[in-house]
């Protein structure tokens, strides 16, 4: 009996021992656990094409779907832009609509229909004064958010003239870039050589010259007491030869019933080329062919530098309207509009007999008058010298001078007994 406990009590130590083995050797009473398959990689997300082609190409799909493109045009623009814009609209298959008419007229219309919440236009070709005008209305876009084009904002000399700055016609500096600029004389002079000796036409080598008695009744004009077409040529002047110039010649034309109303050009060319004046002060756009037709007409400010020097002034205006009825294919259009593209296109299509040199550098002479062409090699040589001053009518001096010199010519043209429109 004894035997057999001693025996038992062997086999249970035996197992003990065995288990302690076991543990000891790492074993695990628990279910190996089976191994985890790894995740597949997520698919690369696709980076966004932000280059300038794809964005383009977007922005021309985007304008062709809204298929139309609304403008307003000043006088000036309604008669010289209608071919680019036919150019513009044939490249991009857009249906080009434009309003005819003056600046003004148009401004004064669109504001009208913008304050019966109707947006019936795309983008804003008219004056400094209009567009002003609809800036204070808050009927614009800020240009800058729109340019997609490297070239238009990141200005080099290979590129654009007078860079690196962007050159603004509205004092906010916002909403309307600078397209051309003209390296010229004040304004232009022209005579009928049937009234005027050579001999004669050699004494007149300053614009002060026109403002002395002696032409009074002798000179013709179209109006400068305006809002409207003849305003930055009044500014100009005045800053350069201020209030007493204005006065005289204004009197001078004002005898006889030679000052016309503001954009009269037409009429200005007739009495200039029938021999009613012997000078023409300014109206070169509507002189010009006349003197090419044979008539007895010269320029003398082609040939001749005036006392007074050279002007540089940036010129040319171009912006959006807000809550455009085809916003897309606004944003195309001012991008063209400033491109090499555009402009080239502008400058061999336009119908303006006197057009300016666009400001992009890039851009060749097209039907730029040789004179004028002629001076942009020597743009910066001029500028060092101090002969040229530039007239920048994205300033706050431009404006100040613009509203004071109105109220004066106002007077002035109220004084005379000249009927005019304001």
């Excluded at 082609?53 to 832009?81: F, M, T």
């Excluded at 593209?341 to 992009?360: C, F, Q, S, V, Y």
Aim: one cysteine or more.
């Amino acid at each position: 009996m004894q035997r057999r406990m001693r025996m038992t009590s062997l086999w249970v130590i035996m197992v003990v021992a065995l288990a302690a083995i076991a543990v000891a050797c790492g074993s695990d009473p628990t279910a190996t656990p089976r191994p985890v398959a790894k995740e597949a990689p997520a698919a690369p997300t696709a980076t966004p094409d932000n280059s300038f082609e794809a964005q383009w190409a977007q922005l021309v799909a985007d304008a062709q779907a809204e298929g139309e493109l609304v403008l307003a045009l000043g006088g000036s623009d309604s008669r010289h832009i209608r071919d680019t814009l036919a150019e513009f609209g044939k490249k991009f298959d857009i249906k080009i609509i434009a309003s005819t008419g003056s600046g003004s007229a148009n401004t004064t219309r669109v504001l009208a229909e913008r304050s019966r919440d109707r947006y019936t236009v795309d983008f804003n070709f008219g004056g400094t004064s209009s567009t002003l005008r609809l800036v204070e209305a808050g009927a614009l876009e800020p240009v800058v958010p729109l340019i997609i084009d490297p070239t238009i904002l990141n200005r080099t000399s290979e590129n654009w003239h007078l860079a690196p700055k962007v050159w603004w016609t509205d004092t906010a500096n916002l909403y309307s870039m600078a397209s051309e600029f003209q390296v010229d004389n004040l304004e232009d002079v022209w005579i009928n050589t049937d009234r005027v000796s050579p001999e004669e036409a050699a004494t007149i080598t300053s614009y002060l010259d026109l403002a002395d008695p002696k032409w009074a009744g002798e000179i013709t004009m179209a109006g400068y007491a305006t809002q409207g077409s003849g305003v930055t040529t009044r500014v100009r002047i005045w800053m350069a030869l201020g209030q007493d110039f204005w006065d005289g010649i204004t009197r001078n034309a004002a005898q006889g019933g030679n000052l016309l109303d503001y954009s009269d050009y037409s009429g200005c060319a007739e009495l200039l080329a029938r021999g009613a004046v012997k000078i023409a002060f300014g109206c070169d756009r509507e002189v010009r062919p006349l003197a090419q037709a044979g008539l007895p007409l010269q320029s003398i400010t082609d040939g001749r530098v005036m006392d007074e020097g050279l002007s540089a002034e940036v010129r040319g205006t171009g912006s959006v309207f807000k809550n455009a009825p085809n916003p897309r294919a606004a944003q195309l259009f001012i991008n063209w509009w400033y491109s090499q593209d555009g402009m080239e296109t502008d400058i061999n299509h336009t119908r303006n007999l006197a057009a300016n040199p666009k400001l992009r550098s890039d851009v060749g002479q097209g039907v730029v008058m040789d004179s004028s062409w002629e001076r942009i090699p020597q743009l910066q040589s001029l500028l060092d010298s101090g002969s040229v001053t530039i007239i920048d009518q994205g300033s706050q001096e431009f404006d100040d001078v613009r509203a004071e010199s109105l109220i004066f010519m106002s007077n002035l043209y109220k004084e005379l007994g000249v009927i005019f429109t304001p």
